[in-house]
């Protein structure tokens, strides 16, 4: 494992790289010894250096859970990341475009939790009791270290290359709606780009809940009453650029618009 020291080196150079809105060079090609938990090391201190200067953790993301998105990555196992409360737009926002890097946006549900989920054990089940409701939501992606060649290292470190999420539509129980058949029509510019189905998500968008609960687990966390999970998209990335408007279509949960500008 990487030592001590150039863990927060490279937690240094991602937080100035956030900070410039700039990228930095692939980790990989500079310490190909670097491992997932030297990976996750580097995420939870830039993590901790952003709660310690006063940014507000209010969840977590779970990334490259669908066939779709491990095609799409060439990246063939989940990650996750944090998510903070200046990350989280409403429906209807007008977002700064150049506020990220490689701007491009997923379709997913948030799950919203009412209890504690805590792992090494979580199921589905457990997942969908702790659950107060479920909504529609786009991911920001946001890539701060260079794309090509990356690997679930390098995306991990970059804490899953979350720039912020947008979320709308109608909030609904997580029994109320068959959550596998949830749909989505994605739009730009009023061009139909993209269309998914949650199912996509490891079979059920709770299953990826689950996974996170247990991975955390092992990492000595837990997911928190009152968290925001990004459950994984069920979209491939669609590339945004500055003057494009996002709209996603959820069919009977509403829908979601944003623009960049």
């Known amino acids: ?17 956030e900070a410039n809105r700039t990228m930095v060079e692939r980790l990989t090609a500079r310490y190909p010894e670097m491992t997932v938990e030297d990976s996750y090391a ?17 969840g977590r993301k779970i990334g490259l859970t669908s066939k779709v998105m491990q095609e799409a990555t060439g990246i063939t196992e989940p990650d996750y990341g944090a998510i903070f409360a200046d990350q989280v737009h409403e429906n209807g926002s007008v977002i700064e475009h150049g506020q990220y890097s490689n701007v491009r946006i997923e379709v997913e549900l948030a799950f919203v939790l009412r209890d504690e989920l805590r792992g090494p054990h979580t199921s589905i089940f457990d997942v969908l009791r702790a659950t107060e409701y479920v909504v529609p ?3 920001i992606l946001s890539s701060r270290i260079q794309m090509e060649g990356r690997t679930i290292v390098d995306t991990i470190s970059d804490n899953a290359a979350l720039g912020g999420m947008v979320y709308g539509g109608n909030p609904v129980a997580p029994d ?22 949650a199912a996509a998500v490891l079979n059920h968008p709770a299953n990826g809940v689950a996974w996170l609960a247990n991975k955390l687990a ?3 966390d837990a ?24 709209h ?8 979601i618009t944003c623009r960049f500008e």
Do not use: C
């Open 1 to 17: 494992m990487l030592e001590h020291e150039r863990v927060v080196a490279i937690a240094d150079e991602l937080a100035a790289a």
């Open 42 to 58: 580097v995420q939870n201190e830039w993590r901790r250096r952003a709660q310690e200067s006063g940014r507000r953790l209010v």
């Open 137 to 139: 939501a786009l991911e």
């Open 176 to 197: 109320a709606v068959d959550l596998r058949w949830v749909s989505a029509l994605l739009y730009r510019n009023e061009t139909l780009e993209d269309t998914g189905v």
């Open 218 to 220: 092992a990492h000595g």
């Open 223 to 246: 997911l928190e009453a009152g968290s925001i999970v990004l459950a994984g998209s069920f979209t491939k990335p669609m590339w945004v650029h500055p003057g494009d408007t996002v």
């Open 248 to 255: 996603a279509d959820y069919g009977q949960l509403g829908a």
